[in-house]
């Protein structure tokens, strides 16, 4: 039975690669834009290619306020969404389809209820937005400037996909399902003294390699966290080595080694 059913698999697989086929003009183009994706070596580059056709194959992308999304911008969200889980497969996308690009960052009205019942509201500006069963929003003006912005850890595809693996287990608490509870024990141990040392270099106005925003939660220092392993990891490496290993653990990937 096994045998069979992953023959069907395996040809549903080939008939996606072909129908989503990359063309090599995109894709030079993309790794042109994304020098932190150009830096894989081959094998991680072929593999990046494969997982992002299947992506293309299996999600739908829709533009807002008019924005067309073109072929070229649909591989470059693809392959940064596809980098984080090029050693874990697509599976954990498994959960939503929709793709929302808008031309750029999003302005939304929020409220608090505060402790004594007011209700208050203020406006956020959002890059990027991942619920649980979708769909993803980002804007495409952060997104087209992820070549850049990976000087300062910045990547917004990487930090919404980031979500969208921590929400796997039904939780946004920034633990992504893991292979046990004890391992789960272990990955709150690490995660939270590193979150709770973070708090306190933000409090006291000190710059480091992570987003300032990952001292909202932990759900977003683990989003932020991940930005920085994928897109400057020599920095979060130095800055703070036992996260780095935590997230090379988990991605089941080395950025650092591979640079
Ligand atoms: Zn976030």
């Known amino acids: 039975m096994r045998g069979w059913w ?16 990359i063309p090599e ?39 807002a306020h008019g924005l067309q999304v073109s ?7 693809a392959a940064q969404a596809c ?7 697509l599976r954990p996308y498994d959960g939503f389809v929709g793709i ?21 509201e203020y406006d956020d500006v959002l890059a990027g937005e991942a619920m649980e069963g979708g769909p993803v929003m980002l804007s495409w003006s952060d997104v087209s400037a992820a070549g850049e912005s990976a000087d300062w850890g910045y990547n917004v595809v990487v930090h919404e996909f980031a979500h969208v693996l ?18 789960r024990s272990r990955w709150e141990a690490v995660l939270m003294a ?10 006291a106005g000190e710059d480091t390699v992570l987003d300032p925003y990952g001292a909202e939660s932990p759900e977003e220092f683990f989003a932020v966290a991940s930005e920085a392993f994928f897109v400057a990891p020599h920095d979060l490496c130095a800055e703070m080595p036992a996260l780095y290993e935590l ?13």
């Open 194 to 203: 590193d979150y709770e040392a973070f708090c306190e270099r933000v409090d």
């Open 25 to 63: 003009e995109i894709w030079q183009l993309t790794l042109a834009r994304y020098p932190f994706l150009a830096r894989r070596d081959a094998a991680d580059l072929a593999e990046l290619r494969r997982l992002s056709s299947l992506f293309l194959d299996s999600k739908e992308f829709s533009g």
């Open 100 to 120: 929302v690009v808008h031309p750029d960052e999003v302005q939304v009205r929020r409220e608090f209820v505060d402790d004594d019942g007011v209700v208050h």
């Open 166 to 183: 921590d929400m796997g287990d039904g939780l946004a608490d920034g633990i992504p399902p893991l292979s046990s509870n004890a391992e």
């Open 6 to 21: 992953q023959r069907l698999r395996r040809r549903s697989e080939q008939r996606a690669l072909e129908r989503r086929a």
């Open 247 to 259: 997230l090379a653990g988990y991605y089941r990937q080395d950025p650092a080694e591979a640079d």
């Open 83 to 89: 980098l984080p889980v090029l050693r874990l497969g």
């Open 71 to 77: 072929d070229d911008m649909a591989v470059a969200i």
